[in-house]
């Protein structure tokens, strides 16, 4: 059975960082493409960064990119999210996600089988 456990949301301040973890039982996370996600009250679901299985590279979202920053750990088949300078725009709950069958990089949620439980991220005074 395979899960993708989240942890590290909470509640900052503007300006702050926060770093997320998506560990992983059931799968190598190894050579996976992994998807950040968030969805905010009222939103839909929207991809904010992505890196792919075959090489390693990132791609990040316009509303995050030099602020965020993905990771990986396969020693402890983990995947991390920096966030830095966040703003209360980035306030939402945040998912990880892969498909073993997933090479390329996409924002497309449909095309993610395993989904983490969320978290939430708070960024307000």
């Known amino acids: 059975q395979v899960q993708l456990v989240e942890s590290g949301g909470g509640l900052v301040q503007p300006g702050g960082s926060l770093r997320l973890s998506c560990a992983a039982s059931?799968?190598?996370?190894?050579?996976?493409?992994i998807g950040w996600f968030r969805q905010a009250p009222g939103k839909e679901r929207e991809g904010v960064v992505c890196?792919?299985?075959?090489?390693?590279?990132?791609y990040y979202a316009d509303s995050v990119k030099g602020r965020f920053t993905i990771s990986r750990d396969n020693a402890k088949n983990t995947v991390y999210l920096q966030m830095n300078s966040l703003k209360p725009e980035d306030t939402a709950v945040y998912y990880c996600?892969?498909?073993?069958?997933?090479?390329?990089?996409?924002?497309?949620?449909?095309?993610?089988?395993?989904w983490s439980q969320g978290t939430q991220v708070t960024v307000s005074s």
């Open positions: 890196i792919e299985g075959r090489d390693g590279r990132p």
């Open positions: 996600a892969t498909d073993p069958s997933l090479r390329l990089c996409t924002y497309y949620s449909s095309y993610y089988l395993y």
């Open positions: 059931g799968l190598i996370l190894d050579y996976k493409t």
